[in-house]
């Protein structure tokens, strides 16, 4: 299994990093044996991955890291880097590579202090690798202090030192950093090639992959998650009964609640998963007995992790208020194209009777008001307006119509 094997509909993509790693292989062998490199080469040191949600960014920078770090044997007799089963490639794909750091962040944004911290790792030479990797999956959360601390180390990058950046858009990065990386820009893969992943690598049965797939329209890591977590599936079903709730001001304002209620239950349930391992591990670093008090002087690196702990459960309570008008938007998709006599495949074909009954009883002008509410209410959820404030807007809004 080649460490492209999960970049889902990106042939383009992968070709492209399949050349840079031989290019990056072929300059390290030069160099080991005191040789000039070829000038034309399509490695760098600096790259931008772009891409919708569930397009498999991520996925992506991880397989070119490994494929860089690939040791295997057949590289010697011709073979392309990136085999997938050598110690180089299963480490750094599974996390564990001492010369491969990946950064994913679970708060609202990445602050100067984490920053620094990787321009410093950047700096230092390879441990056991051919490459000093940076994998920074999160690239558009970069406040803009962070992003100016990041540049200088784009800029002027160690000799075998790699950064490999993640960001939704290109204009969700510095001008000044995108400008000093090589882009490469993925798209949202087919609902079939997704099935097909799903079968392949999880087992997923045809009809309950074909099913996820369609219903997530291509987002590999949605589409897994609602194939495989009865919980997901519960509540996505919840989400999409909204639509034939909101006939009144007072069903509109109970369907709210209950959204911002299921969200931060999904909050609370990571919360409890994480916060009492992190809190117990920092009470024993700092020397405290089980259930004894805490040394004195220590009580700032206590507050510093409930205060962390506290934007983790904001984020994630967001990310899944996010995902539940990610939803809903697909369900008014949906009745537009029954309105409109469309023949586009249905994503949310197990809720045919819902959608024909929103279809007959609205117009295509109030279905297309309904799904601007739903990204008015996105848009001001961005911008940190209470969370049931929005939504009850929202709501209200896709009962006027």
Same mark, same amino acid.
């Given at each position: 299994?080649?460490?492209?094997d999960?970049?889902?509909?990106?042939?383009?993509?992968?070709?492209?990093?399949?050349?840079a790693?031989?290019?990056?292989?072929?300059l390290?062998?030069?160099?080991?044996?005191?040789?000039?490199?070829?000038?034309?080469?399509?490695?760098?040191?600096?790259?931008?991955?772009?891409g919708?949600?569930?397009?498999?960014?991520?996925?992506?920078?991880?397989?070119?890291?490994?494929?860089?770090?690939?040791?295997g044997?057949?590289?010697?007799?011709?073979?392309a880097?990136?085999?997938?089963?050598?110690?180089?490639?299963?480490?750094?794909?599974?996390?564990?590579?001492?010369?491969?750091?990946?950064?994913?962040?679970?708060?609202?944004?990445?602050?100067?202090?984490?920053?620094?911290d #990787?321009?410093?790792?950047?700096?230092?030479?390879?441990?056991?690798?051919?490459?000093?990797?940076?994998?920074?999956?999160?690239?558009?959360?970069?406040?803009?202090?962070?992003?100016n601390?990041?540049?200088k180390?784009?800029?002027e990058?160690?000799?075998?030192?790699?950064?490999? #950046?993640?960001?939704?858009?290109?204009?969700?990065?510095?001008?000044?950093?995108?400008?000093?990386?090589?882009?490469?820009?993925?798209?949202?893969?087919?609902?079939?090639?997704?099935?097909?992943?799903?079968?392949?690598?999880?087992g997923?049965?045809?009809?309950?992959a074909?099913?996820?797939?369609?219903?997530?329209q291509?987002?590999?890591?949605?589409?897994?998650?609602?194939?495989?977590?009865?919980?997901a599936?519960?509540?996505?079903?919840?989400?999409?009964? #909204?639509p034939?709730?909101?006939?009144?001001?007072?069903?509109?304002l109970?369907?709210a609640?209950?959204?911002?209620d299921a969200?931060?239950?999904?909050?609370?349930?990571?919360?409890?998963?994480?916060?009492?391992k992190?809190?117990?591990?920092?009470?024993?670093?700092?020397?405290?007995?089980?259930g004894?008090?805490?040394?004195?002087?220590?009580?700032?690196?206590?507050?510093?992790?409930?205060?962390?702990?506290?934007?983790?459960?904001t984020?994630?309570?967001?990310?899944?208020?996010?995902?539940?008008?990610?939803?809903?938007?697909g369900?008014?998709?949906?009745?537009?194209?029954?309105?409109l006599g469309?023949?586009?495949?249905l994503a949310?074909?197990?809720?045919?009777?819902?959608?024909?009954?929103?279809?007959?009883?609205?117009?295509?002008?109030?279905? #297309?008001?309904?799904?601007?509410?739903v990204?008015?209410?996105?848009e001001?959820?961005?911008?940190?307006?209470?969370?049931?404030?929005?939504?009850?807007?929202?709501?209200?809004?896709?009962?006027?119509?």
């Open positions: 299994m080649a460490v492209w999960d970049l889902v509909g990106q042939e383009r993509v992968q070709e492209q990093l399949a050349a790693a031989r290019d990056a292989d072929a390290v062998t030069a160099e080991a044996a005191g040789e000039q490199a070829t000038a034309a080469s399509k490695m760098t040191h600096a790259w931008l991955f772009t919708p949600p569930g397009s498999g960014r991520s996925t992506a920078a991880r397989a070119f890291a490994a494929a860089l770090q690939c040791t044997p057949d590289r010697a007799l011709g073979g880097p990136g085999c997938g089963f050598c110690d180089g490639c299963h480490t750094s794909l599974v996390g564990t590579h001492a010369d491969v750091e990946v950064v994913r962040t679970d708060m609202l944004s990445i602050g100067v202090k984490e920053t620094r #990787l321009v410093r790792r950047a700096q230092l030479s390879p441990a056991v690798g051919r490459w000093q990797v940076i994998v920074l999956e999160d690239a558009d959360r970069l406040t803009e202090g962070a992003g601390v990041l540049l180390a784009v800029e990058p160690a000799p075998r030192t790699v950064w490999l #950046l993640c960001a939704p858009s290109l204009e969700d990065v510095l001008p000044t950093i995108r400008s000093r990386c090589r882009h490469l820009s993925l798209r949202t893969p087919s609902v079939e090639a997704v099935a097909d992943m799903l079968m392949r690598r999880d997923i049965e045809p009809e309950a074909a099913s996820a797939a369609r219903a997530t291509g987002h590999i890591g949605r589409a897994r998650r609602l194939a495989t977590d009865e919980a599936r519960a509540r996505r079903a919840t989400v999409l009964k #909204l034939l709730r909101v006939e009144d001001v007072g069903g509109c109970r369907a609640q209950e959204l911002i969200a931060a239950e999904d909050a609370r349930q990571v919360a409890e998963e994480i916060d009492a992190e809190t117990e591990d920092l009470r024993t670093a700092l020397g405290a007995a089980a004894g008090r805490l040394p004195r002087g220590t009580a700032g690196a206590m507050k510093e992790l409930e205060d962390r702990q506290k934007r983790r459960r984020r994630t309570q967001r990310d899944s208020l996010d995902l539940a008008l990610t939803d809903l938007t369900f008014y998709r949906d009745v537009l194209a029954l309105q469309s023949r586009v495949p949310n074909e197990d809720v045919r009777e819902a959608l024909d009954r929103v279809a007959r009883g609205s117009s295509p002008e109030g279905t #297309l008001r309904r799904m601007e509410a990204l008015a209410c996105r001001a959820l961005d911008t940190n307006v209470a969370p049931l404030l929005a939504v009850e807007a929202m709501a209200v809004a896709l009962h006027t119509g």
